[in-house]
């Protein structure tokens, strides 16, 4: 991706942005920098190979999961002019049907009420990542620095200075945090993060079905945990019948992972089939089966003199409101335009007071996001009588009252929380390169 022979010559660079991570937030914020067209010196370093023609079999963040994309998520590729891309490999959400096991609460959402193609738009995580990395490739301001890791960094006058695993070491002036939940780089900078263990693993894998999906998502609260169903685009080549397809998160106790882990696949299908039931028709075959452990973490700092943390190492959420990486590119999407708006009032790039300026206007996201995602889970866990009882009449209400339904909708779409940060982020952002050129 970067002129390789002459990184591996060079010991030491000077760069303006330098992001630690090319995952799915890295990725994007990069674009979403190139895109500001400030000539600014960007580097993306990433401990994996990168490949745009494969990025699944290289970068975690591109594995065989599926992420449900929010209407704020579509607009911000829509800035990037990627969505037309994506686009061509995503399967709508037009319906959400949400229901409680064992008790007769259920409410369905419809993106038609809501007057909008879809609720939400399911990708592959490896079709974004082939987007992303291909994109990249594509920038001449982008240097991609891969394999390689941070060994050591510290913060110099103006800027942090990074030693990485190849011998390059790097002067920035700003340094991006973007390696994950577990950051190394979060870590060697002395920031700690808070960890709530939720005792729970999500199982992922994709299921195939008798019938088609209708394009519905499926959430479904179980008493060992939520488990929820995405639509896929249907498979072309696979005959008749198996060619449906969702993907599958299923929250379970560690052990219970384990269990349906190892099960054969008949097993599986059954174990599956008696939680979920028989919406979706019968569940045909399932594919690899993946699992991660779930765990609120938050990182303590998020910004200080030439260093911002975003994406999972900022913040990483219960999957189950499909909301991580939605909430994380509203964050960097807000980054990008005060950086621009500070470079334009020619402030030094990686000032602080910018950067707790981009931190205060997304607090209120990350504050109401991450709230949302923690108390799910815990609300519909609880077996007592009374609370299942609020929490069916809950469901009910939802399903009866359209207002209830609007709103749900929206914080589901990403629109509820953004506030207004994104919107004037969205509307100042600067005309991409190629407009400029052409
Ligand atoms: C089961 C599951 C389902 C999910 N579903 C959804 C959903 O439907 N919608 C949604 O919005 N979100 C969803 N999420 C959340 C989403 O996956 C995360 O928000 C997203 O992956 C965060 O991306 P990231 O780039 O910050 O981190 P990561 O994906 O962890 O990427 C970090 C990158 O940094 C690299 N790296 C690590 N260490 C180093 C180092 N020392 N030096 C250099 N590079 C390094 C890694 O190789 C990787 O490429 C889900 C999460 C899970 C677990």
């Known amino acids: ?75 911000i590729f829509e800035i990037l002019g990627l969505w037309e891309t994506l686009n061509t490999r995503l399967a709508d959400i037009r319906d959400v049907h949400v229901s409680d096991r064992g008790h007769i609460g259920s409410a369905r959402l419809r993106a038609e009420e809501q007057n909008l193609p879809a609720l939400g738009y399911v990708v592959e995580n490896q079709w974004l990542g082939s987007v992303l990395m291909e994109a990249l490739q594509q920038t001449d301001d982008v240097e991609i620095i891969a394999p390689a890791t941070v060994e050591d960094v510290s913060p110099v006058q103006g800027g942090m200075e990074l030693c990485l695993s190849t011998g390059l070491d790097i002067t920035t002036k700003l340094l991006v945090i973007a390696d994950g939940a577990q950051s190394n780089t979060r870590e060697k900078l002395g920031i700690d993060a808070t960890t709530k263990d939720y ?41 008749l019948g198996n060619k449906h397809r969702s993907a599958l998160v299923w929250t379970l106790p560690p052990e219970r992972a384990e269990e349906v882990i190892a099960a054969s696949e008949s097993e599986f299908l059954s174990l599956l089939q008696d939680r979920f039931g028989h919406r979706l028709g019968q569940f045909k075959h399932v594919g690899t089966r993946h699992s991660y452990p779930i765990r609120l973490i938050t990182s303590n700092e ?122 004037k982020s969205l509307s100042n952002n600067r005309p991409q390169k190629v407009s400029q050129h052409g």
Do not use: C
């Open 1 to 75: 991706m970067s002129e390789q022979p002459k990184e591996e010559l060079a010991t030491s660079q000077q760069a303006d942005v330098t992001i630690v991570g090319g995952g799915m937030v890295g990725a994007s914020l990069a674009l979403l920098l190139s895109s500001l067209n400030l000539g600014w010196r960007i580097q993306v370093v990433e401990a994996f190979p990168v490949s745009a023609a494969s990025p699944d079999l290289l970068q975690p963040s591109f594995d065989a999961r599926s992420t449900a994309l929010s209407h704020s998520s579509r607009e």
């Open 199 to 239: 005792g729970q693993v999500a199982v992922v894998a994709n299921v195939s079905l008798s019938q088609s999906h209708n394009n519905i998502a499926y959430e479904r609260f179980t008493d060992s945990g939520p488990m929820a169903l995405l639509p896929l685009l249907p498979i072309k080549e696979v005959p």
């Open 302 to 423: 998020q910004v200080r003199s030439n260093m911002v943390v975003v994406g999972n190492a900022a913040h990483s959420l219960h999957p189950v409101a499909g909301q991580g990486f939605n909430l994380a590119l509203r964050d960097v999407a807000v980054l990008a335009n005060e950086l621009a708006q500070a470079a334009d009032k020619g402030s030094e790039l990686g000032e602080l007071k910018v950067l707790q300026g981009y931190l205060e206007k997304q607090q209120m996201d990350q504050k109401q996001t991450i709230l949302l995602s923690d108390l799910l889970p815990k609300v519909f866990a609880i077996g007592a009588a009374p609370v299942a009882l609020v929490r069916n009449l809950g469901l009910l209400a939802l399903d009866a009252v359209p207002l209830f339904r609007h709103q749900f909708a929206r914080l589901g779409m990403g629109l509820e929380t953004k506030g207004t940060s994104l919107d």
